[in-house]
């Protein structure tokens, strides 16, 4: 009863270190008589020089390391909107010449197709009408500006010339402005010339129903469609419990169903500012490059977004215990002394736990055998 770890000081609560303490008892003389046992008070553990639990336990010291988030998600190709270009004249017609083809290549005025439109006539008619208005218009306001410098000009003549000449002006412009629009070459325009529909991207033709013939009206859905794929957007989502992530989002990994094994590497491009409310989550446009095309419009995927590396603290799984609805490790405070300290974990990577609070750098955790610890109490 020399000893401070006397059989009233210590609580025998664990079956294990019970089976320990007999155990011990017959086969290791130098131990006789000495009880092998715990001593609990308030969240501290401490243990008895003979008890066996000992060598039961394994401590690591805490050290930060760098980790990378991961955020997965399922995710939509998608084209890049100033890259994609649905095909549809501005007027009704019938198509006289057909150029497209699935495949061709374009460049913004690349001639897509021709077509006859009485309204085309009619804008043809208006621009070459208000072209020669503001001509004559002109020649007035030449000859009222000399005469006045001749001194033999009314000045109310010559005022009368300046805004004839300014409302014919805008006339012309407006019409001028409404033929650009289609890429018509106002300079080589002829009365009666067929309408040249052009694409207005570089690309390539993907969709295309055009043939020689048809009548299209104005208001159809589009018979063409011009894309430029080599480089996309890939849209996925981010959960709201994530959001804290977003800001060190660094990249993401881009993962084919029809290609496995196969991942492309994209760049963040845009986070939402609105959150789905159906889904409770942000979409994230990736850019990606595609020069092989693999990655197409309405193709389902799988991204994986990747934060910046923080600096971070992890421990083995088997180091954190529960107590409802919280988590704790068991700090070593002393030899053989072990205090419960309460923590705030995050994921769980590679068999380890990431903590959030509660530890620093260089603390010692119990990493094996924290459950005698926990039986203890």
């Known amino acids: 009863m020399n000893s401070i770890f006397s059989s009233t000081a210590f609580r025998k609560k664990s079956p294990v270190l019970l ?3 007999a155990a011990a008892g017959c086969g290791n003389k130098q131990g006789a008589g000495k009880t092998e046992d715990f001593r609990v008070s308030g969240d501290t553990v401490t243990l008895s020089p003979y008890a066996t639990v000992k060598a039961r336990l394994r401590t690591s010291t805490i050290t930060y390391g760098p980790y990378s988030a991961e955020l997965v998600s399922g995710a939509t190709v998608k084209a890049i909107p100033n890259q994609y270009a649905e095909i549809a004249p501005p007027f009704s017609g019938r198509v006289t010449r057909v150029y497209l083809r699935l495949g061709m290549k374009t460049q913004p005025g690349t001639p897509l197709f021709e077509m006859t439109s009485p309204d085309f006539m009619e804008a043809q008619k208006a621009f070459l009408q208000a072209k020669t208005a503001c001509q004559n218009a002109g020649r007035v306001l030449k000859r009222q500006q000399d005469l006045k410098a001749n001194g033999v000009g009314a000045a109310k003549d010559l005022e009368e010339a300046e805004t004839d000449f300014d409302m014919k002006e805008k006339e012309y412009q407006n019409a001028l402005a409404s033929l650009k629009i289609f890429k018509t070459d106002v ?3 002829v009365l009666g010339q067929p309408l040249v529909v052009r694409s207005p991207i570089a690309g390539e033709v993907v969709a295309n129903d055009v043939v020689n013939g048809q009548y299209i009206k104005a208001d ?3 018979h063409a469609k011009v894309a430029e794929l080599d480089k996309i957007w890939v849209a996925g ?3 709201e419990k994530d959001l804290h992530l977003v800001r060190d989002l660094a990249g993401a990994a881009v993962s084919l169903p029809a290609f496995p094994g196969r991942t492309i590497t994209g760049k963040i491009f845009h986070v939402d500012e609105i959150m789905d409310e159906d889904t409770r989550s942000v979409h994230v446009l990736v850019a990606c490059d595609n020069p092989d095309h693999a990655l197409k419009p309405g193709m389902y995927v799988t991204v994986k977004f990747m934060a910046n590396p923080q600096q971070s603290i992890f421990v083995a799984a088997k180091a954190v215990m529960q107590f409802n609805d919280k988590s704790y490790v068991w700090l070593q405070s002393g030899k053989d ?9 995050g994921v769980t990577y590679n068999g380890n736990v990431q903590i959030l609070s509660g530890l620093a750098n260089g603390d010692i955790v119990v990493s094996e055998g924290a459950y005698y610890l926990s039986d203890a109490q």
């Open 337 to 345: 002394r072990y205090i419960k300290r309460y923590v705030q974990t």
């Open 187 to 189: 300079q080589q325009l």
């Open 19 to 21: 089976i320990a303490l």
């Open 237 to 239: 989502m981010i959960k």
């Open 220 to 222: 159809d859905a589009p």
